[in-house]
C-alpha cells in the first residue's frame, strides 16, 4: 500500500485548527467551494468536498464519503475516493511551540491508484500550505485571486 503524509507547524491554537477543519465553513473560508460537513454527536458523519470552476464556476468537482472519527481538537478523520479506491484521510492536531502540529496522513491507495496518489500528495502540500497561510495572516488563494490581505506585516 502507497500512503501519503505530511506535516506542518501553523502559529495558532488548535481549537482554530480543529474548527476550520470539522466545518463547512471552515473549509469554505479558505479552500473549496459549497462544501457539506455533517457530523454525528457521536463523532462519524458525512463530508462532501466541493470546487467549483469554469468561467462561469458552473462546473463542480465534488469528493466526500464517510467522517470516520472526530475527537474535539485533537482528529478528524474521513474517506473520500480520489481515485480507484476509497482512501482515508486522517488529520491529527498536537500542541506545538505557540500553536499547533498539524499531521495529515492518507492511506488506501494500491499501486494500481499511483497516479491519484501522486495528485493527492502534491494537492494536499499545497492544501496544508494554504491553511497555514489563512489561519496566520488571513490570506485566501483562490483561483488567480489573493483575498483579505492587508498589509500590517511593516
Known sequence: MVGIKHQAYIKVEKEKVFQTLTTAEGWNAWFTDRTIININIDGTGE????WSYGDDHQREIVDGGKIIETIPCESFIFQWKPGKNTTTVKFQ?????????????????????????IGCSVGWG??????????EHGIVYK????????DDHG
Open 126 to 135: 499545497e492544501a496544508i500550505t494554504l491553511l497555514k497561510v489563512f489561519l
Open 47 to 50: 463530508i462532501w468536498l466541493r
Open 93 to 117: 492536531l498536537h500542541p506545538f511551540k505557540e500553536g499547533t502540529l498539524l499531521i495529515l496522513e492518507e492511506d488506501g491507495y494500491t499501486n494500481d491508484d499511483i497516479t491519484s496518489c
Open 143 to 150: 483561483g488567480d485571486l489573493l483575498l483579505g490581505f492587508e
